[in-house]
């Protein structure tokens, strides 16, 4: 009668047991962070003509519901996008022989009930210090977010900045500059993984000649240099 009390009493604390293992399991899963959403560059194309070397790619990421709810707030979000061009040299380090950056501000207007786009040329210190090339009004977020995420012939360098004949490399990045958000909003999302748009490419350019006069460009929204 003990022997068999006793297997009684180890099967029931092996099944407690194997319950509290799963409950801590369940636990654990329900408050892992969720995998941020994967933003991509596709489509990178950099073409040199006699008027220069151009840019187009596109930048495929969904907008997070934090960051909208922000911009629909009130708070205006700045992606940054940056092209480095690097001669490739075996004998030491490869020294850069285009660079080119820009800054698009994306707000949404309350009263109008419109999302307002702005593109300027360079990086910026702070977001009163944005002077913008180009401004474009939307109807609606994804028509906004679609102007954001096409880049069409965007010029980075000179045409005589690349020799055809030479090996090049490019660094090619785009991000959710969050350092352009007011200041309690960037203690509050330090860390946070929804808050991380970003997408970088380094890889040995292939120049594609440019397209012939007359040629429609690729739709999306252009930047000057």
């Known amino acids: 009668m003990k022997n068999a009390a006793a297997d009684r009493r180890r099967r029931l604390g092996y099944a407690a047991a194997r319950w509290l293992l799963g409950v801590c ?51 205006p979000m700045f992606f940054v996008v940056e092209a480095d061009i690097y001669r490739d040299r075996w004998y030491w380090t490869d020294p850069r022989v285009a660079s080119a950056a820009r800054t698009i501000r994306l707000a949404y207007q309350p ?15 702070s977001s009163s210090g944005l ?10 977020l994804p028509e906004a977010l679609s102007a954001i995420q096409r880049v069409a012939r965007w010029k980075i360098g000179d ?16 991000r959710l500059d969050l350092s ?4 309690p909003f960037q203690i509050g999302v ?6 991380n748009i970003s997408a970088q490419v380094k890889d040995r350019l292939r120049l594609e000649p440019a397209a012939p006069p007359g040629a429609p460009a690729a739709p999306g929204t252009e930047a000057t240099k």
């Open 131 to 140: 002077r913008a090339t180009l401004n474009q009004n939307y109807e609606t």
């Open 111 to 125: 009263l109008t009930r419109r999302w307002r786009v702005n593109i300027a040329s360079g990086l910026i210190a």
């Open 190 to 195: 330090a860390g946070q993984r929804d808050w």
């Open 25 to 75: 399991l369940l636990v654990l899963l329900a408050w892992a962070p969720v995998p941020a959403l994967a933003t991509e560059i596709t489509q990178l194309r950099v073409e040199r003509g006699e008027d220069g070397v151009h840019l187009s790619a596109l930048v495929r990421f969904d907008l997070p519901p934090v960051v909208e709810d922000a911009l629909l707030k009130g708070i």
């Open 180 to 183: 352009q958000l007011p200041r």
């Open 159 to 174: 045409a005589g900045d690349v020799d055809p004949e030479a090996s090049y490399k490019l660094d090619f990045s785009f």
